[in-house]
């Protein structure tokens, strides 16, 4: 089992930033990925950002790509999500998840390939 706990959200002003944490415990060394993915009232939750665990190789969605940065730490088993140039359509609950098999650019996007999940952190983005 992995267990996983975001951290960071909370209000910010249009084009603003916020720095999003993932603390990650129990099985680690079993994860491939880690992802963040975030989901608004009303809407299916979508993809955001992934990392490879080994190669940190890096997936973004097309609409926060050159604004948000993934990058994961393995020796404090943390992954963050660094959000710049925040915009209103940006505010959801953001979600952390772990995929224990191999991901690439056809499933990566998809979060029935994610095995485990946190909570979830809310970021609300004011016009």
């Known amino acids: 089992q992995v267990q996983l706990v975001e951290s960071g959200g909370g209000l910010v002003q249009a084009g603003g930033s916020l720095r999003l944490s993932c603390a990650a415990s129990?099985?680690?060394?079993?994860?491939?990925?880690m992802g963040w993915f975030r989901q608004a009232p009303g809407k299916e939750r979508e993809f955001v950002a992934a990392?490879?665990?080994?190669?940190?190789?890096?997936y973004y969605a097309d609409s926060i790509k050159g604004r948000f940065t993934i990058s994961g730490d393995n020796a404090e088993n943390t992954v963050t999500l660094q959000m710049n140039s925040l915009k209103p359509e940006d505010t959801a609950t953001y979600y952390c998840a772990a995929a224990v098999w191999a991901v690439n650019s056809m499933v990566v996007a998809s979060p029935g390939h994610y095995d485990y999940w946190g909570k979830g952190t809310q970021v609300t983005v004011a016009s």
């Open positions: 129990g099985r680690t060394f079993s994860t491939y990925a």
């Open positions: 990392v490879t665990t080994t190669a940190g190789t890096t």
